[in-house]
């Protein structure tokens, strides 16, 4: 994430930090910005500091531990947030609220500890984080989706234990939950009546954290069932009222969210410029908050043919979703995987992949996350299914594979290979090709390029003709729905 994406509030505090060394001073510092309304992203980019207090700076400000523990789950240590809770007082409001950030808690501990809570300090918790500027409440800070039944089964249970947490958004939060649960399950227009009700609620009561969600499902539901035209309007608005709430921490994830639904249109071009300009460097420092925006990276390699990248990519993402128990990202992960070993002809470690996903799936109802995939999930179902693999029951194979199916028929170019589709021009080529785009005439072409202009003409006559086209127009159109310039 950017600096330019934080809050005018967390930039000036980011830059008193700067100018100090005393890891006191910082402390108290980092007390006032998490007694006020913060993002997690301010967190991770205050990590430096935070990782320069020691535990006595911890034990004399313990709220300040709530931070510390956070950046280092968001760095993937899980092992050195437990040593922070142990810096705490046994038992203390701090520790067990930490606790319930560390991944490895049992369903019985996080009830538990959300319970011990209610009687040690506030509640609700101030500035307790659900999404991280993520599109889900089930798969945000935390991964809910196996607890999901025991929320449906158990409502008065579930909403005690959330409003402990989240106070009045509790029955916002809940609906939200449960509608997100409905999608995943495949009751698409169940989620869509739901999310409809609660929308008009958070527009009203301004809570984009919750609106940001609500409106994500709403759109995947949209495109998913053939009404993509009535996204854009959507997600415009949707920008539109995150730059005027300043929650501009969001921005990463619409533009995300805004390339893979390209993707569903063959949009190459909206997703070429998304890779270009707003995907996420994975050759830099690892985040977790950029865990969805990797996800959709790895699909747009797929279209680009890129399955090396895939591969590199997902082995530098499993140790982080596996070791934060993060189920629901575990699956989506190696369903990515298995598509793009697929394409590449490694159908043993294709298969391999499917069978973790499929488990992980059946397990908890990720139905929708083998749906959603379409015509390269349904390849690779058939072929499992043809020679005679049996890793789940029987009866769920089939449903996830006629959901598969059924997006498959309704989104043919999705994912649809980039470069099978490409013509092969040559270097040359290719060099006029991107100076037409840039408006350049034959003759300017022809002094860049220093040669003659009958000869760049002749290189025209060719890309149009590999292009399909008539007209320098229709070439330059042409390359950019094919994603090459």
Not at 288 to 315: C, E, N, P, S, W
Not at 444 to 464: L, P, R, S, W, Y
Not at 466 to 472: E, G, M, Q
């Amino acid at each position: 994430m950017k600096v330019r994406y934080l809050p005018h509030a967390d930039r000036q505090a980011l830059h008193k930090l700067r100018h100090m060394t005393d890891t006191d001073e910082m402390a108290v510092l980092f007390e006032e910005v998490l007694h006020r309304e913060f993002s997690i992203q301010a967190l991770w980019e205050y990590r430096k500091w935070f990782n320069m207090l020691t535990p006595e700076d911890i034990k004399k400000h313990p709220v300040v531990a709530i931070g510390c523990a956070q950046v280092l789950i968001l760095d993937g240590k899980i092992d050195k947030a437990r040593e922070v809770i142990s810096m705490l007082p046994l038992g203390s409001y701090y520790q067990s609220l930490i606790k319930m950030y560390v991944p490895g808690l049992s369903k019985e501990d996080m009830f538990s500890l959300i319970r011990d809570i209610k009687g040690k300090g506030p509640t609700p918790v101030p500035n307790m984080t659900l999404t991280a500027a993520r599109p889900s409440v089930l798969n945000g800070v935390w991964d809910f989706t196996p607890y999901a039944d025991r929320m449906i089964e158990n409502k008065d249970s579930a909403m005690e234990l959330i409003e402990v947490l989240f106070g009045e958004q509790a029955g916002y939060i809940y609906e939200l939950a449960y509608a997100e649960s409905m999608y995943w399950r495949d009751d698409c227009y169940g989620a869509l009546v739901k999310i409809v009700g609660i929308i008009p609620f958070l527009k009203e009561r301004d809570d984009m954290r919750l609106l940001f969600a609500a409106l994500t499902l709403e759109i995947y539901i949209m495109v998913l069932n053939g009404q993509a035209a009535v996204v854009a309007p959507l997600m415009e608005n949707l920008r539109k009222q995150i730059k005027e709430t300043e929650l501009n921490e969001y921005l990463p994830n619409i533009e995300a969210m805004t390339a893979w639904g390209a993707m569903y249109d063959g949009d190459y071009e909206t997703v070429t410029k998304w890779m270009r300009d707003g995907a996420p460097d994975e050759n830099g420092k690892f985040c977790m908050l950029d865990l969805f925006r990797y996800m959709v990276k790895m699909r747009a390699y797929i279209i680009q043919g890129k399955h090396l990248a895939v591969t590199a990519l997902a082995m530098r993402l499993l140790p982080l979703v596996e070791g934060g128990e993060r189920y629901m990202d575990t699956c989506e992960l190696h369903i990515i995987w298995a598509m793009s070993d697929y394409a590449d002809g490694r159908k043993e470690e294709a298969v391999s992949h499917l069978e973790v996903a499929l488990k992980l799936s059946e397990k908890y109802h990720y139905d929708r996350l083998f749906a959603d995939e379409g015509q390269r999930v349904l390849e690779l179902l058939r072929y499992y299914k043809k020679i005679g693999k049996c890793g789940v029951n029987e009866e769920y194979f089939e449903h996830v594979l006629k959901l598969t199916e059924k997006t498959a028929g309704m989104h043919p170019r999705y994912l649809k290979v980039q470069l099978s589709e490409t013509p092969a021009l040559t270097n040359t080529e290719m060099k006029v090709l991107r100076l037409l785009a840039e408006l350049y005439t034959n003759g300017q072409i022809a002094e860049i390029t220093g040669t003659a202009e009958e000869t760049v003409k002749k290189h025209c006559k060719h890309i149009f003709a590999k292009l399909s086209v008539k007209n320098r127009h229709q070439a330059v159109q042409r390359a950019r729905e094919l994603g090459i310039i």
